[in-house]
Every structure is written in C-alpha cells, then in structure tokens.
C-alpha cells in the first residue's frame, strides 16, 4: 500500500494514526505542499488525485482519497482494532464528531484557503491566525461540549481509541501552531493527552516523518 | 422523529433527500438562520446542537448532528432502499465523492464564514460570489474527474441513487446560485438533472419546504 503525504497536513496525520493503530505497513510518498510551486498540484499527482490535496491512497489498482474514507475503509477490510464502534448510534456520534473537525475546521484552515486570503484579501499572518483561531476555537468547543455530553469513557467514544480521537489530535496540534488556547477546554486536552501518549499517535506526529521541517 | 433544518442549508437538503428515498417521515422545526439574529445560536437549539448549525435530529433521548453521519446512521437503523453500496470498495469511494463535497466545498461557503468575510475583510457581494465559485469550481471539477474515472453508471456510483448523488444535488443547486458555470463538468450535470426528476429530491428542493423563502 503506497500513501502520499505531507508530515504537516492533518488529514495525512490522521490517516498515520490509523495505519499505526492496525498496525498497517505503507510505503510513503512525499507531496511537498510548498516544494516546485506544490507538488500536490502535478498532473501526476491530481491523476491519482484530482482535488490536488494530500492524502491519496493505492493499493493495486485501488485509489482513495479524503482521510475519513480511507480509515473507513481501512477499519472495514483490514485486520486490527476496530477504529469505529460496533454499535450504530455510537458510530453516528463517532462519525459526527469527526465531521465536526473534518468538514467544519480543518478545512478552512487548509492552505489553499490561507493562500487565497492573503492574495485575494490581503490577510496578513496576524489576520490569518486570527481566522483560523475562530474556526478552531468553534470546533473544539463544539468537541468538548460533545465529550460533556457523553457517557464518562477514557476516549473520546469508549475506552479505545476511535475516528475520533484520530480526528481530535491533529486538530489540538493544529491549534497550537495557530496559537489557539485551549484553557476552556479540559476534556479535548485531557483526551489528546491520553492519546498522545500512545505509540501509535506518538509516532504519526508531524515532526516524527521523513519529511518533517521545523 | 424530529428534523431540525432550514430549507437553503446544503446539509439539510441532504438530509431531507435520505428522508424521502428511505420513505421516512419526520416532524420538521424551523431553524431560521437570518431570523432573530439566527435561530440557530439559541441556547434552547445549542443543547441539540453545539456547532450552531443545522441539521440536527431528534429520536427520543438520541440526538445527532452532521449531515454525512445522520444519512449513514439511517442507512444503517432505517429500513429502505441502502444509500450505501455493500462492496467496501465502492463504498468507500461513495463517501470519498461526498466528502468532496462535505469538507472542501460547502463549509467554506457557509453562513458564518461568508458573515465572517463581510465583517473582517469587508468582502462586498462580488468577492464573496468570487469566493464560493473558486470553491465550489474546483470541488465540482474534482467531482467531474472521479465520475470520469469510475465505471459508467446511471448514478454517481451505481444504478440507483447513493450518499454520492445526495450530497451531488444541493451543491449543484448552491453553484447555480453564487453563478457558477458548469459548462465543463457534463457529467455532474447529467447526474444532477436524472436526480431532480426522481420524487425524492424534487420533494426535498428547497422551494418546496414550508420555511422557503424566495
């Protein structure tokens, strides 16, 4: 199974976690975002991936893109730790509360937005940590009022570590590097804490990889 | 079962498509966005829902958010025709295909980003048109390139409609009105058109749900 990547991107870093935690062997190819005018943006690259973002899957002459659709994937067809809970209405509320984070903060943050606003907006960084800081300060909130309302458990959604807690701790990293504080968020930092913790989060960190740069 | 929505929000355009192909009825409950200084941040809806956002649904004591993850959820508990296909292959490039959509199109055209455009970079309408069609150009072509490269079907994925078409629909409905040409992507076109013919997505337009307005 080849997986292309960036160390920085947190829809890769999610899929990282996922690969460690059912112990899934990929080989790795680097897309540098930055790197030749963004290497995602290859007409090799958008063959396997025509919305020239990261990450992209193969195995064979299987191709799959967007993070959520391959941990799904790979938690239906690969051995290992299940990723989302047996039981529907716990995998609707896991599902929900990674889509908190996938579709209603990372996305916004991503760098070709970032990219547009200061070209067409003319957002300097403090205007863009600020945008970001909304969208971020939004979700996590939205997440720890979601914890709050569950049944108590070591995880976000039970005692083992689910797509959403694979969604949560890129997010918590992503808001340190934007300078979002977290003060009034105790259950999301109790939680990504725990998971960090972990081998298999441990190890999918950013500065971890390849193509790690400060 | 109680819906809670509003008629031009994609995400419960969505929802209200899964209602009428699995033949589900439920009680709706207005959620204006506009009216009130928005429906939706009343502390009475933020306890269903803690994004603020719609869609959120009601089952008793359950309570769920996040469009994608209500279709599943009801796809998986509701009897009905399967918005899911059983090969995991397939299934997974469904939720590939939504996601496209759900994550790196429609979040970024929403209300409160669009609000936040206006009031931060005093974005007037035609930045903002501007905006949502750079978005919803690209999501819409990378839709075109994964419908070019699967094998031919009468729907996105398959012979009868899926999450793929349900997503599909009200982010065709949402180009025409920021103005974006689709005059490149034939093939989301003649999905899209085969789709508003059928019952279950003409019922679910937003010209037809009691809180329309023009």
New interface residues.
């Given amino acids: 199974m080849r997986f292309h990547g960036y160390f920085r991107s947190s829809s890769a870093y999610r899929c990282r976690i996922a690969f460690n935690l059912k112990g899934i062997e990929t080989e790795f190819v680097s897309i540098h975002l930055r790197k030749d005018g963004g290497q995602q943006k290859t007409p090799g690259y958008?063959a396997l991936n025509?919305?020239a973002?990261v990450p992209a899957l193969e195995e064979g002459d299987?191709r799959?893109?967007?993070s959520?659709?391959?941990i799904?994937?790979l938690d239906?067809?690969k051995p290992g730790p299940k990723l989302l809970p047996e039981e529907?209405?716990l995998?609707?509320?896991v599902?929900?509360f990674a889509?908190?984070i996938?579709?209603?903060v990372?996305?916004?943050q991503?760098l070709r937005?970032l990219d547009?606003?200061k070209a067409?907006?003319g957002?300097d960084q403090a205007?863009l940590d600020?945008?970001c800081g909304?969208w971020i300060t939004?979700?996590l909130?939205?997440c720890e009022?979601?914890l709050s309302a569950r049944a108590p458990s070591e995880f976000c959604f039970g005692d083992t570590p689910s797509l959403a807690d694979i969604c949560l701790v890129p997010q918590v990293f992503s808001a340190a590097r934007f300078g979002v504080d977290l003060g009034a968020m105790p259950g999301v930092r109790a939680i990504a804490a725990r998971c960090e913790a972990l081998p298999a989060f441990a190890v999918a960190h950013p500065k971890n990889q390849p193509d790690w740069e400060a």
């Fill in positions: 958008r025509p919305q973002l299987f799959l893109t967007q959520l659709a391959i799904e994937w239906e067809v529907a209405g995998r609707a509320q599902r929900a889509q908190v996938a579709c209603d990372h996305p916004l991503n937005v547009y606003l067409e907006f957002a205007a600020a945008w909304r939004d979700g909130a939205s009022a979601l």
